[in-house]
């Protein structure tokens, strides 16, 4: 049974930073994507960001480039977001996803599994 588990996320103040971690247990694949996405109340899931098996390759949506970065170490499982210079308005519960296809999606279709999230709050 596919497990994503995420933590590190907190309240934090506006300009601050934050870490985010998905580990990953149960699988049985080879190689994987994994993706971040976020919700914020009344709002539809979205995604943030994706990276690719090797790590080689990432995209990041237009609202968090040049502040957050995806990257992951294949030997823990584990997928990292680092968020820095955060705003009120990346306010939201941030899930981890699985694609076990090589595809960089960005639709929370493209994705098979998925973790509980992890809330982050940013204050003004």
């Known amino acids: 049974q596919v497990q994503l588990v995420e933590s590190g996320g907190g309240l934090v103040q506006a300009g601050g930073f934050l870490r985010l971690t998905c580990t990953v247990s149960g699988h049985t694949f080879g190689a994987y994507a994994m993706g971040w996405f976020r919700q914020a109340p009344g709002k539809e899931r979205e995604f943030v960001a994706a990276?690719?098996?090797?790590?080689?390759?990432?995209i990041h949506s237009n609202s968090v480039k040049g502040r957050f970065t995806i990257s992951r170490d294949n030997a823990k499982n584990t997928v990292y977001l680092q968020m820095n210079s955060l705003k009120p308005e990346d306010t939201a519960v941030y899930y981890c996803?699985?694609?076990?296809?090589?595809?960089?999606?960005?639709?929370?279709?493209?994705?098979?599994?998925w973790g509980q999230g992890t809330q982050v709050t940013v204050s003004s």
């Open positions: 990276i690719g098996w090797s790590g080689g390759t990432t």
């Open positions: 996803a699985l694609d076990p296809g090589f595809a960089l999606g960005k639709r929370v279709n493209d994705y098979d599994y």
